[in-house]
């Protein structure tokens, strides 16, 4: 997880990189430890195909730069009106370890037909979870913001005992 800042730097270098003409605006960058979905407006007369067309290669370029400077692969999305369409994002899978009444939540889920799988059912429920709780887990989220300004202000403690050696003699 990253800090505020660090996401308000990344969204400035993309803001920096991405030619004027590729959105109207910059809607958002979000970052997690594989991804970075970059989601940015477009004209009301364009549509999803024709932004995809037209911008093709000015956001492979970006996205080379960015893969290649932040490790992480970059996804790209558009917005249009209240409509976001994300296009090249990437499906991480993830390892849990579920008990039984656990895992039978999930194959009610799959039984009733509201998810294909075990795994589609997870992801239903962490949808779920994340709409329900916006408000709590955005709390959280500035919470941990916080903790990481806090840990990087604290003593630096790589095992440099000279200095402290220097002051007691």
């Not at 999305?77 to 939540?105: D, I, N, W």
Request: some cysteine.
């Amino acid at each position: 997880m990253i800090t505020a800042e660090q996401n308000e730097q990344l969204r400035a270098w993309f803001a920096e990189r991405l030619p004027v003409d590729v959105y109207e605006s910059l809607d958002s960058v979000v970052v997690d430890r594989e991804e970075i979905t970059v989601v940015g407006v477009i004209p009301a007369t364009e549509s999803v195909k024709e932004f995809r067309e037209r911008t093709r290669e000015q956001r492979i370029e970006v996205a080379r730069e960015a893969e290649s400077l932040y490790r992480r692969k970059v996804a790209w999305g558009v917005r249009a009106g209240e409509e976001t369409t994300l296009f090249t994002h990437l499906a991480v899978p993830v390892m849990t370890r579920l008990r039984q009444s656990e895992r039978q939540v999930l194959d009610t889920l799959v039984a009733g037909g509201v998810a294909r799988s075990r795994a589609d059912a997870l992801a239903w429920c962490v949808r779920l979870v994340g709409r329900n709780t916006d408000e709590w887990l955005t709390e959280l989220r500035d919470s941990l913001d916080k903790v990481q300004r806090v840990r990087s202000q604290g003593p630096d403690v790589s095992g440099n005992t000279d200095s402290m050696k220097s002051e007691s003699e």
